[in-house]
């Protein structure tokens, strides 16, 4: 069901969003199990969509962020927001595809699914058919998106600002601030994704266990992207498979992730499980969105901290964490090491099973390390430039493997493909990341 016009105002959207926070908030108090504001919030940000979408998301499948009692219903209810949020006209979907290919959509496929079989925060996808007979997903943004996330992006900025007045100025915020905002912003270019999806295609083409559809470039522009059509289990289904399947998919993941960030350079900052599509031999990943290069330097030390780990080597790790870090001692660098060496517990107990308590400890323990940014010895640090979005691969990406719930010998995984050297030059280049 369409659902029009999309807010696109700053002062709307935050409007919409304080709603979400009070009446959720007052739900929670009088509630047993949450449903009631759990549904009212996934209504609300599934109509926002853009990056209120994406919050909403991530509150679906990432452990520690409802409180425990309330968890089963907020994943019910946010669940939907990874593939079948609000959708839009059709009539304003066929003016976005003339718009950007320069005829509608019945000339330039043989076959055109006017009802889309997905909607997620900033696009639809719908299937086609092209003259050749190659089945195709078709991803077309929502009308307005653009407007809608610079409105968000303000919002951020606003609260930014407030909390600069109790903040301390090591903090950094407003570098963080930019650092995401860019990764956001980007995801409006379908034409960059379509070059980071070949990236991605080239550097996994010989692991069989990993899939990433191909672009059709006659078909694809800023606004619409057109790909092979990708079909497989869901993540629920995944989930529901033997021990066996599930620990395949499990090592797939990690691989997928890790090699990606470690000998490519590239980090896939969306991990959510919507955009993973499960069979017996192989995953195929979706959406190339929300990528973040890692510089050289944070690759280098990137690659010395899972080194470590793999060999189980404390002090290498330690050294290793506030090279990557940039700490200078104190109370900062003491809370830093213990929840980074917490992180790291699946490489150094390996074989590990990551669960959904240990994950939600994760999240605990990332407020206790913020609690540090008023510590007397001021020995805070802002996040080095490049790392504001790896928070999701403890929050997100290990949520997605809690769910597998399996036991995976992550370091043997590793150990296959780690870098021999710490200065090997990171294999996915293109003309977008040529400055790794």
Known sequence: MARDPLPVGRLGRLARLARVGARSGASLLVSKDGRSAAEHAANILGDLRGLAAKAGQMASYVDGVVPEQHREAYEAALGKLRDNAPKSAPAQIRQIIESELGAPPEELFREWDEQ???SASIGQVHRGVLDDGREVAIKVQHPGIDRAI??????????ERISGAVTPKAVNSKQVLAEISA??????DYELEARRQRSFLRFHAEDGSIRIPGVVDSHSKKRVLTSEMAKGLSFEEACAGTETERRFHAETVWRFVFRGNLVGGM???DPHPGNYLFAGDHITFLDFGCVQPIPGKNLRAARAVHQAACDQNETAFGAAVVALMGTRGGQYEHAALNYVRICFEPLFSSPFRVTRDYVAGLFTGALEMKQTIFAKDRSFVPFPEGMALMNRLQFGFYSVLARLDVEVDYRAEERRWLPASLDEPPLMLDAAQSSL
């Open 150 to 159: 610079d409105s968000d992006l303000a919002n951020m900025s606003v609260l």
């Open 183 to 188: 990764r956001f912003r980007e995801e409006l």
């Open 267 to 269: 980090f896939n900052a």
């Open 116 to 118: 889309p079989f997905a």
